[in-house]
């Protein structure tokens, strides 16, 4: 199992070929000599022969080749990954009289090996050869050859580095240390030309294998003055720079990006942050590295790194300063100081970085500042969960080794075997170290803590920050494509069949013929109103009906109406010809088509027919031709005014009509699926979600939506699938950002629910920034209208004011990086993602998930109960009936906005309606349409504040708030309330209308029948009362008043006939 887990140990042999040198250039131009030296990780590998320059391919010809044996463990391979091959050119110089011979390095060339961990057998590349210093480039230069010195170099191998499995599984690790910013200012720069008299080391430990860890040294940090910033895009560097001369310090193809503060990935990015950053990074003293170390993980280091961060997400990068550069350090009397029990290390200090990010799913790069803080042990635990300083052991194992060294080198009898010896004894200490660390850390540790960290503790006053970049070649928790979860979602919730496809060309051909014959028949049918008009029964009898077609034919012919018809029939015919007959070619023989024509006007007559047929017969069918047919938006808009009202079978009959008229719309099926969320049918709502995902795989709403059933049904994983797939159909969407997190949050998925929340956060703030852009754009635009319409005779005015104008423009010219970032990151976000995303869910009636998020809303709200939340959560208990509390609520949330929010006025009378107090809904509904912002609800406060003026018989008041709510948005509801009012102020021929009006928008109405009967038995229709009573009954009224004061009417109107008929017979018989 571990060799299918992790990489096969082999060795293998890895051949560099250096076949030629260009433009080489030396001391002797006539008798130019050279060898070349090639050496890995100090090791010299082989020398070629000493070779002639040939002037006529200005080149040296080596053809030289050499191998080195390498295992293929993880260790081995990882120190290819940063070790490069090195390859010294030497001139030799000759001389006549002396026997030996002088030689003198030309340059250096540096190969690096990593193309063979990323999969090639062989790799051929052109390499500069670079001078070891600036002064010897110089005096190349001044030859006649200007061109760049090269080698030709090919590596290769007799197999793959690695197997494909194994290159699936690995990963390859890349840290990047750039610089340290605001560094103490006792850290002194060296004065005149002089190297610098100390070394700064950054050092990190990261898992290679399931149980080896490797630890990056970073020795090459340089102390740099202030003055201005770092360069954008430089170039990154090598480690083990002392072995390279200074061109080759650089990574060919290697730059780091700058980034924006507030896309980083550490700390200091907040908004009080930048300003000492912009400071530090501008005028301060720096420590640079700018080098990028790169390691291999196989599988089981892979893994094991995941775990580890799963563990404890922060990470110690540990940071020295020593008095001297560190390669002397160890050699010098610092050695018995740094070998000692726990010793102290020079300015010590701590960045831990946040690695959790690299658990986010996609996510393979971390880079951000980290705050660096004195070491201590007992911080290390803590945060880090680890007791062993990194640094220390290094040091430690490196004095060891230094030590080791000097006494092999003063005559100790340790022969060939010294070097091993010393790997034994750095070992040995190590373990030894590392068990009495993790054995008795409590006693070493407060020890530690005992002594103050004077040094470390100046990083905190020069608040001194880190900035580190860490990727991977491939993310730990890879994304799910898009591909594939469109197919989990096909999966679950398969596509619906299409529909039946329309008629066919022929099909169409025909049902246009159909309607050009509709069309002369409706013309020919006025001619013939306008010819014989009311009189046609007294024509009828005069002469014959032959005569009148007579009569009609030459009335068409004589207008030219029959040449008009003709013409327009002529295109619908053409298309019978192509599309049914299918006849495209013209006919020479006269007898074919003398049949055609014969053939086609037999057609023609009897498609006619058909259409005449049609035509009659749906006249005869038509019962009301004054019926009203609702169009989409009325029946949206009436579904929701029932909705709103509390009659939610009448509402769910529009949302089925309209789901009827337009089966391939989902955004029908997902209100009814919300409409049934209302009602508590949980089973009816998934399943019109489900048929609306059917309809339309891509329907984000929807996928939201069965989102949020899956997890009130605990199906985690279905949930998963559909809001990862919403996130996918619109990325800038915060809700479903958000709701994906709260899955995660239920799965006790932290990292991954941080990843979602984040992200949301980062669209919110992207949509606000954009907003804040368009609202400038519009104040720009109504300031500049502005000037435009300034009068001429104000000219003076601008000239007075004209240098102000200019130093206004050259601020406007080149708006500096930061005030374009501070404009496109808005100082404090207007809400938060939890605002939009429980709009969302009452909006769908997704309670239990509302009430989730509230509470998340209020764990993340700084200032306690923001405005938000109070009216969030109202509106939920509203919902759910509790209409004190909610009035509670709304009382602090009306406080907070200072009485200016319509919405929330709006919401208040709704409150106070529900619970049967009108006077304080009276109030708040006045006090909404009293505001220059109009409630968003404003059809439903105009209906209930009409009804609460209908129930205080204030009926000119309700006849005024009806009528606007007609003028807005008219429906059965605002039509039958003006018709009411109109009714009670004794205004009988409006009421009709009104009532007429309402009853065409919905006929099923009982209380608008009920009222059609009172006007008709008021206006002397005992008939058509009689007929509106019975409907009123059919509809199921449910108004006792009404059916009272019916009846009333009635037997008041029969007394009152009784009465006059008692009358007229006394009359009689007097």
Not at 141 to 169: A, M
Not at 303 to 312: D, G, H, K, N
Not at 354 to 377: K, T, W
Not at 836 to 846: I, S
Request: with cysteine; proline share 5%; net charge negative.
């Amino acid at each position: 199992m571990a060799t299918q887990e992790n990489i096969v140990e082999k060795h293998m042999s890895i051949n560099i070929t250096v076949s030629r040198g260009n433009n080489l250039q030396g001391k002797q131009v006539n008798n130019f000599r050279s060898f070349l030296q090639v050496e890995v990780d100090r090791v010299v590998l082989g020398t070629s022969d000493k070779k002639p320059f040939d002037p006529e391919e200005q080149c040296v010809v080596y053809d030289f080749t050499c191998s080195f044996h390498c295992s293929s463990d993880t260790q081995a391979l990882s120190d290819i990954a940063h070790k490069p091959i090195i390859l010294m050119v030497t001139e030799v110089l000759s001389e006549e009289k002396r026997a030996e011979e002088k030689t003198t390095v030309l340059g250096q060339a540096v190969v690096d090996l990593l193309p063979l961990l990323q999969g090639q057998c062989s790799f051929s590349l052109k390499v500069p050869l670079n001078p070891l210093t600036s002064s010897l480039a110089k005096e190349s230069s001044h030859g006649f050859n200007l061109k760049q010195p090269t080698l030709d170099v090919c590596v290769s191998v007799l197999d793959p580095v690695l197997s494909e499995s194994e290159r699936s599984s690995c990963s390859l690790l890349k840290v990047s240390v750039e610089t340290a910013f605001s560094v103490p200012e006792s850290w002194m720069l060296p004065s005149g030309p002089a190297p610098s008299p100390c070394s700064y080391t950054a050092a990190l430990e990261v898992p290679l294998t399931a149980e080896k860890d490797q630890v990056l040294v970073f020795c090459e940090g340089q102390l740099k003055p202030g003055g201005q910033r770092e360069e954008n895009s430089r170039q990154k560097k090598r480690p083990h720079q002392s072995l390279l001369v200074p061109e080759n310090h650089f990574l060919p193809g290697a730059f780091f990006q700058a980034e924006p503060i507030e896309q980083e990935d550490g700390e200091l990015t907040g908004l009080e942050d930048r300003e000492f950053r912009n400071e530090a990074e501008t005028t301060k003293k720096r420590v640079s590295w700018d080098t990028e170390m790169c390691c291999l993980l196989d599988r089981g280091g892979t893994t094991r790194l995941q775990q580890m961060i799963s563990e404890s997400r922060l990470w110690p990068v540990e940071i020295m300063r020593l008095l001297t550069p560190f390669e002397k350090a160890i050699e010098t009397k610092q050695v018995r100081q740094l070998t000692e029990g726990n010793p102290e290390i020079p300015f010590h200090g701590v960045a831990f970085v946040d690695m959790g990010q690299l658990l986010y799913p996609g996510v393979s790069r971390i880079r951000g500042a980290y705050s660096i803080q004195p070491f201590s042990e007992a911080e290390l635990l803590n945060k880090a969960n680890r007791s062993v300083s990194v640094l220390k052991e290094y040091v430690k194992d490196a004095a060891i080794q230094a030590k080791a060294r000097a006494s092999s080198a003063t005559g100790s009898p340790k022969g060939k075997s010294g070097r091993n010896m010393d790997a034994r004894i750095s070992k040995e200490l190590t373990k030894k170290i590392r068990t009495s660390a993790a054995d008795s850390g409590t006693d070493g540790q407060n020890q530690t803590e005992l002594r103050v960290n004077i040094e470390g503790n100046m990083y905190l006053e020069a608040r001194t920050y880190i900035i580190i970049e860490i990727a991977l070649e491939k993310p730990l928790v890879p994304k799910t494509s898009p591909e594939e979860l469109a197919q989990r979602v096909k999966a679950l919730i398969p596509p619906r069949p299409p529909l039946p496809a329309g008629p066919s060309r022929a099909e169409r051909a025909v049902m246009d013929f159909h309607r050009q014959v509709g069309n002369v028949v409706s013309h020919v049918s006025d001619q013939y109103k306008e010819l014989f008009g009311a009189s046609s029964r007294t024509h009828l009898e005069d002469c014959s009906q032959e005569q009148m077609m007579v009569q009609l034919m030459a009335m068409l012919n004589v207008s030219g109406r029959y040449f008009t018809f003709k013409e327009q029939m002529k295109p619908a015919v053409v298309r019978i010809v192509r599309d049914k007959l299918q006849r495209t070619e013209p006919i020479s023989d006269p007898q074919e088509l003398q049949a055609f024509v014969s053939k086609l006007y037999v057609y023609l007559v009897d498609e006619m027919h058909v259409a005449l047929n049609k035509i009659y017969s749906e006249d005869i069918d038509d019962d009301s031709p004054d019926e009203i047919h609702l169009n989409s938006s009325q029946l949206r808009h009436f579904a929701k005014e029932a909705q709103l009202t509390g009659d939610y079978q009448q509402a769910a009959q529009y949302c089925q009509e309209l789901v009827v008229r337009h089966p391939s719309e989902p955004s029908h099926m997902f209100e009814c699926g919300s409409l049934y969320m209302l009602t508590g049918d949980y089973m009816k709502a998934k399943e019109c979600f489900h048929a609306a995902v059917s309809i339309q795989q891509a329907h984000q709403p929807s996928l939201m939506m069965c989102g949020v059933l899956a997890v009130m049904f605990e199906h985690y994983k279905e949930a998963q699938t559909f809001l990862e797939r919403a996130t996918n159909i619109d990325p800038h969407s915060v809700v479903a950002w958000t709701l994906l997190g709260l899955v995660h949050e239920r799965k006790n998925e932290h990292i991954l629910a941080e990843s979602a929340c984040l992200e949301a956060k980062r669209q919110l703030r992207a949509k606000e920034a954009k907003n804040e852009i368009q609202k400038e754009e519009e104040k720009t635009d109504k300031q500049e209208e502005g000037k435009t319409a300034t009068p001429a005779h104000q000219g003076s005015t601008a000239n007075q004011n004209s240098e102000f104008v200019d130093q206004v423009s050259e601020m406007h010219k080149e708006p500096s990086a930061q005030s374009i970032g501070s404009r496109s990151a808005p100082t404090k976000l207007s809400s938060t993602i939890y605002t939009e995303t429980v709009q969302f869910l009452l909006q769908n009636n997704a309670l239990q998930m509302a009430e989730h998020a509230l509470s998340q809303e209020l764990l993340c709200s700084d200032d306690g109960h923001s405005v938000s939340y109070l009216v969030h959560l109202a509106q939920l208990q509203m919902l759910k009936a509790d209409y004190s509390s909610a009035a509670v609520n709304l009382k602090q949330a009306l406080i907070h906005k200072d009485q200016q929010d319509a919405d929330v006025w709006a919401l208040n009378g709704h409150c106070h309606y529900l619970r049967g107090e009108p006077h304080v809904a009276q109030h708040s509904y006045k006090q909404s349409l009293c505001l220059p912002q109009q409630p968003s609800d404003s059809h439903l406060v105009l209906l209930r504040l009409g009804s609460i003026y209908l129930q205080q018989e204030k009926f000119e008041q309700a006849k005024v708030v009806y009528l606007q709510a007609c003028e807005q948005s008219p429906s059965c509801l605002t039509w039958l309330g003006l018709g009411i009012a109109c009714y009670r102020l004794e205004e009988l021929c409006v009421a009709e209308d009104a009532f007429i009006q309402a009853n065409r928008l919905n006929t099923q109405n009982a209380e608008v029948w009920a009222y059609l009967s009172l006007i008709s038995l008021r206006t002397g229709k005992p008939k058509e009362a009689e007929h509106f009573y019975k409907c009123a009954v059919r509809f199921n009224l449910q108004k006792d008043s009404l059916l009272k004061e019916l009846n009333e009417l009635k037997d008041h109107l029969r007394f009152s006939h009784l009465a006059s008929c008692f009358a007229r017979c006394s009359q009689a018989g007097v």
